[in-house]
């Protein structure tokens, strides 16, 4: 294959390589131990080397170099090894095989090898063949992606339109194109939708007028189908200046869809990196294809909608029907397959829905093909249940897989059966995932723990609790307590029924049924095992057996912040229970939540996980609750428990958007939905435990557990509906909050045997009216009936919408805190500083675009102070200086610039803040003369000028001016001033003034500094109006300070002080010195060049004294102080930010194409 030319070094290479053929300008080499039958001891040793090597890491054993003509060539191939030539070659191909190499060889002979003659030099050589090597890769990554494409064909020639319209980078990689209208006001353009990693691109070309489009993906706040007077379905994308409306897509469902994956994939990789992982295959933005995307989709819709870990990886869906024994029938639905589950959906929602662990599955057989069970297969589970799927197309592929899925899980967790003694048989037992209820139960017993050491087993379980904290802290109030234990018999009998026709291990068949007995309640005793169940947290518990004692062990006695969070809520977690009224319940809180800090430190601990965790120690073991916990942080509420809560933020917002359509009333009557989702929020982190009365929330963590978020969002809009009359009367927030408590406060269960427990939401005045008691049941039967019909898939694309939203928004925070910290520090205008913020972010983002294997992509991190967010690097600030900065100068800008750099980064870790870059702007535009020159001297002098810089190696071969030359300068009306008495009264001024000064002295600076601060004065007056007097002026100036430094020179060699100056200066001027103040360097004199000091170490002046000899020149003193404008600069670098990045484009076509996107 070929490779992007890329530098060998061969002088230690020689002994891995052997050469094969070699041209004038190509070698094909072969590496040792690669087809030559073993060879000799190197051979050997290296071809094992490569063998024993990581495929990732091994060598490919044929390549093609390219040397370089005009250095010392290769000789004459003797003993198969190179014997002398030139060390470096450019690498352009690698081939596994010798045919594959060989075609490549050929292909350079035929085409290149014969044109290479015709060129001068080797430059021109290496130029040539990179240039066409890397167009041989971009067209194979061309057919690459068209291959991949429907018709390969179009989307070949719609990439070839792309790059030419667009001119991005070759790494801004096009996804998909569609052809649709864009409305610009009320006129429809009808054009080109392309959709690439990082952007959004429209063309449009109609009678003669061309239209171009281009919004960062990152730069969108808004992503919706709505509607407009024209067009009943339209996609509409806001950024924060614009509005754009596309329609009239042949399949707008695909292009939201599309559009959606690549906002969420973009804004979550470059603003949210703190826990956003991207999926394996979609590391490299560079790798993501339409396929990729749709299957990500798809995969995110099985892990949400069966709630498994993310490392699940989706293989097969395939549509088929299951044989459902409570209603003999097939059931159709489609069923999912992954690398630990087989998963059944039916396709009337809620009908059936089957979690099958493989390491619950005991065969997968195919049986007899028959009209009335076509291509059926058998899936037999350990507690001896068996499910029949028919109707699968692609069976014998899928049994396949299954099986050698399932030979891959029993390796790594092989499992053996123990029976337990007869008194268990008939008990409800859930120790495993397989309890059985026709015949003997079992206890799954990991093969791997049976080799443990017992010893470790006994010091880590006599830690921890063996009952849930509920059995051993159990109170009760004889009156109505039989009432209420007669209700629980009632309910476990209700679910011993259940479990004997729908089974009762976590491969029970899950229906509406079931639904509703979760809906009444959970009995007590089962509570606990239950949840384990639905959330498939027994999987997690069976298959790391030992794993949560040898964490508690590990992590206890450790102390970070995590754990000084935890201690100090400990005794804030349930306080009115008596299970944390003890030591009991408290060490083995402390233990699970340390445990998970350390086992998560990504997530360590926040606020609520507290609360949550003691409701689940009251049900479970201490292992279990520990699983639970997993479950509940990792799966069924991603992002919800980290120091930015985006994942509950996302839900609020969600929650507002349901409220708007299922309570439009109250919706219209308070316009500001925030108040009802600031209150939201603590619904959705402590799943009610903390706002109803625990015998009643415990009934709501039931539901979230069996049906996941949604069970809080149409539990949260029942309350809303209950209590909407009230709202809407309601006379401020504060208002609406206590009708709000009240209400939650007064949810109680009556049927529950837990006596009742204090909730702190009762803070209303005693003296108000008695509030109606709801039922907790009732409560949740309203929720189902009402709210219930929202589906998981809905949920989700609301949830990329929002957290869009969500992102935006702590962007928006992000940069009003930067900004509120700078404001103070600066002159420049707030408007014109967000602007430059803006600059400042989008340069590191766009960065982050097309150099993604750069440490740039890592330097957001959200976790940081707001001003250390965003930082640049030397490169980026390059760019953003050459761009805002008012001190150009040309060809030198960018050695200003990156000594800019090196003074801001005082940490030395090549990475500033926007604090910073502002700051010095900020002195460039509106600073007084004496800090401008202050800034432009410290540009000169260590650290912003190094020793190894290339423009200060040979400072000037010759000197620009002559400290030879009289001090007596022609003025404009013939008059002649003699600065000699003026130098001399400075310098004694300057001597007073240092003594009296208090403050650090900035360092003198050397001749060698002195002469790169006269070549940057000299390039920043280039093209100014008043050029010529800018020139003279500072060719006087620079003479007066060569002079001075020179005195200084003489003075501290012989220890004569300053009164004996102006016997060292030459007292006559003629007329002919006036005009040749500014020599220019070719035609300086030999009497001039040797006019310059040669012993530079003791040359030294100081800022003072260039201050002071800067301010008696006028026009010097005017070009400082003018006044800069900064707003047309900006204007002027919003347009051309892009053109640094991307390859040739022209500063005309990419102003037009961000001047229409903005208009």
């Not at 004459?76 to 352009?92: K, M, P, Q, T």
């Not at 060490?587 to 996980?609: D, E, F």
């Not at 980290?642 to 349901?658: C, K, P, T, Y």
């Not at 709000?740 to 803070?763: C, M, T, W, Y």
Request: aromatic share 10%; glycine share 4%.
């Amino acid at each position: 294959m070929w490779l992007r030319p890329e530098e060998v070094l061969l002088k230690n290479a020689l002994k891995l390589w052997v050469t094969q053929k070699s041209s004038g300008y190509f070698v094909l080499q072969r590496r040792r131990g690669h087809g030559d039958g073993g060879g000799r001891f190197t051979g050997r040793l290296v071809g094992a080397l490569d063998a024993v090597l990581d495929s990732n890491a091994r060598v490919a054993p044929f390549r093609i170099l390219l040397q370089v003509p005009g250095s010392p060539v290769y000789s004459a191939i003797a003993c198969g090894e190179l014997l002398n030539g030139s060390e470096v070659y450019w690498a352009i191909a690698t081939g596994a095989t010798l045919e594959e190499i060989n075609q490549h060889w050929e292909w350079l002979e035929q085409n290149l090898l014969h044109t290479l003659s015709v060129f001068d030099n080797k430059e021109d050589i290496v130029s040539f063949v990179k240039g066409k090597v890397k167009a041989l890769i971009a067209e194979e990554t061309r057919s690459k992606l068209a291959e991949q494409e429907e018709d390969p064909e179009k989307f070949r020639e719609a990439l070839v339109k792309f790059e030419a319209r667009f001119n991005f980078p070759e790494a801004e990689k096009l996804i998909t194109y569609y052809s649709c209208c864009c409305w610009k006001g009320k006129v429809p353009r009808q054009g080109w939708l392309y959709l690439s990693i990082n952007h959004l691109c429209f063309y449009s070309f109609f009678l003669g007028k061309e239209l171009k489009l281009l919004v960062p993906w990152v730069d969108v706040q808004k992503l919706e189908r709505t509607s407009n007077v024209f067009m009943t379905d339209i996609i509409r994308i806001t950024t924060s200046s614009k509005e754009r409306d596309f329609s009239m897509f042949l399949n707008i469902d695909e292009a939201f869809r599309i559009m959606e994956q690549l906002a969420d994939i973009t804004l979550r990789r470059l603003l949210d990196n703190e826990v956003f992982e991207l999926d394996p295959s979609l590391q490299d933005p560079t790798q993501i294809t339409k396929r990729d995307l749709e299957a990500r989709a798809q995969k995110e819709f099985f892990r949400a909608f069966f709630r498994l870990p993310g490392k699940e990886k989706l293989h097969e869906v395939a549509d088929c029907s299951l044989w459902t024994p409570f209603n003999r029938c097939h059931t159709a639905g489609r069923m999912y397959t992954s690398d630990s589950y087989i998963c059944f959906a039916s396709k009337e929602s809620g009908c059936c829905n089957v979690l099958i662990p493989l390491r619950e599955v005991a065969s997968i057989e195919k049986m007899e093909d028959t009209s009335l069970l076509p291509n059926p297969i058998i899936i037999s589970i350990r507690s001896k249940m068996a499910f029949q799927f028919i109707e699968l197309k692609d069976r014998d592929s899928l049994v396949e897989n299954l099986l050698l899925r399932l030979k891959q899980v029993n390796a790594s967790n092989p499992v053996h059966y123990n029976c337990l003694e007869k008194k268990e048989t008939h008990s409800l037992v859930f120790r495993s995932t397989c309890v059985f209820s026709d015949c003997e139960s079992r206890d799954l017993v990991i093969a791997a723990s049976q080799s443990e050491d017992k010893s470790d087993g006994e010091k880590n379980s006599h830690l921890l609790n063996a009952e849930a904290l509920r059995s051993v802290f159990h109170r009760s109030e004889s009156e109505s307590f039989d009432f209420r234990m007669s209700r629980e018999q009632i309910k476990e009998r209700l679910w011993n029924d259940h479990f004997a026709e729908y089974g009762r291990t976590v491969c029970m068949f899950r229906t509406e049924k079931i639904r509703k007995l979760v809906a009444m309640g959970i009995p007590e005793s089962l509570r606990g095992k239950l949840w384990l169940l639905f959330s498939d947290a027994v999987t997690d518990l069976d298959s790391h057996p030992g794993y949560y004692g040898n964490l508690v062990e590990a992590s206890m006695g450790k102390c970070c912040m995590a754990t000084e969070e935890i201690e100090r809520d400990l005794h804030r977690s349930l306080p009115e229970h008596p299970a944390f009224q003890n030591e009991t319940g408290i060490a083995a809180l402390r233990r699970v939540l340390t445990a998970y800090a350390h086992r998560n430190p990504k997530i360590g601990y926040c606020q609520s996980m507290n609360i949550l965790t003691s409701v689940l120690l009251l049900y479970a073991k201490e292992e279990e609750a520990f699983w639970l916990l997993v479950a509940v942080c990792e799966r069924m509420l991603p992002d919800y428990f980290n120091h930015r809560v985006i994942g509950a933020q996302v839900d609020q917002s969600v929650f507002e958007e349901l409220i708007k359509e299922r309570l439009p009333e109250l919706a219209e009557h308070m316009k500001d939905l925030s108040t009802l989702a600031s209150i939201s929020l603590s619904w959705f982190l402590t799943l009610f435990l903390n706002i109803m009365p625990l015998e009643s929330a415990v009934n709501v963590v039931d539901c979230f557990f069996y049906d996941g978020i949604k069970a809080i969002f149409q539990l949260g809009l029942a309350i809303l509906e209950a209590n909407a009359v009230e709202l809407c009367n309601s006379k401020d927030d504060g208002h609406a909050l206590m009708i709000l408590s009240r209400f939650l406060d007064h949810v109680k269960n009556e049927e529950s045997p837990l006596p009742p427990i204090g909730n702190h939401q009762a803070f209303f005045i005693d003296d108000q009216e008695p509030c109606q008691v709801t039922e907790i049941a009732d409560l949740l039967r309203d929720s189902y009936e009402k709210f219930g019909d929202q589906s998981v898939e809905q949920i989700e694309h609301m949830r990329y919408k929002h957290r869009i939203r969500v992102l935006q928004s702590h962007e928006d925070t992000t940069k009003q805190n930067v900004l509120r910290v700078v404001i103070p520090d600066v002159s420049i205008l707030p408007e014109e500083l967000e602007e430059l913020y803006d600059l400042f972010k989008r340069e590191h983002l766009m960065s982050c675009y097309w150099q993604w294997m750069s440490p740039g992509i890592q330097r957001h991190d959200p976790s940081r102070p707001y001003a250390e967010q965003y930082r640049i690097d030397s490169q980026q600030f390059t760019n953003l200086y050459k761009l805002v900065s008012p001190w150009t100068c040309g060809e030198h800008t960018k050695v200003l610039a990156e000594r800019t750099f090196r003074l801001l980064d005082e940490n030395m870790d090549s990475l500033i803040e926007f604090k910073g870059f502002a700051s010095c702007l900020d002195v460039m535009y509106n600073g007084e003369m004496n800090e401008k020159i202050n800034l432009l001297y410290r540009l000169h002098i260590p650290p912003a000028l190094t020793e190894n810089e290339r423009d200060s190696q040979s400072p000037l071969k010759n000197p620009l001016l002559s400290t030879s030359r009289p001090l007596v300068f022609g003025k404009a009306n013939g008059d002649a001033i003699d600065y000699q008495k003026q130098l001399k009264q400075m310098l004694k001024d300057l001597a007073k003034e240092k003594d009296a000064k208090t403050e650090k002295e900035m360092p003198k600076m050397s001749q060698r500094e002195f002469i790169q601060f006269c070549k940057t004065l000299y390039s920043m007056f280039h093209e100014d109006p008043e050029e010529n007097y800018l020139y003279q002026a500072i060719a006087t100036v620079t003479t007066l300070l060569l002079q001075i430094g020179e005195v200084g020179q003489r003075s501290s060699s012989s220890g004569s002080g300053s009164d004996e100056f102006t016997e060292d200066l030459q007292p006559e001027a003629s007329a002919s010195d006036q005009d040749t103040v500014f020599t220019d360097t070719v035609k300086t004199t030999q009497k001039e060049t040797q006019s310059l000091p040669v012993t530079e170490g003791n040359w030294i002046i100081s800022l003072e004294q260039i201050l002071a000899s800067l301010l008696t020149e006028q026009s010097l003193v005017n070009f400082f102080e003018k006044p800069l404008e900064l707003k047309s600069k900006l204007e002027n670098a919003k347009l051309n930010q892009y053109s640094l990045k991307t390859n040739g484009m022209s500063y005309q076509s990419l102003a037009e194409q961000l001047k229409l996107n903005t208009e």
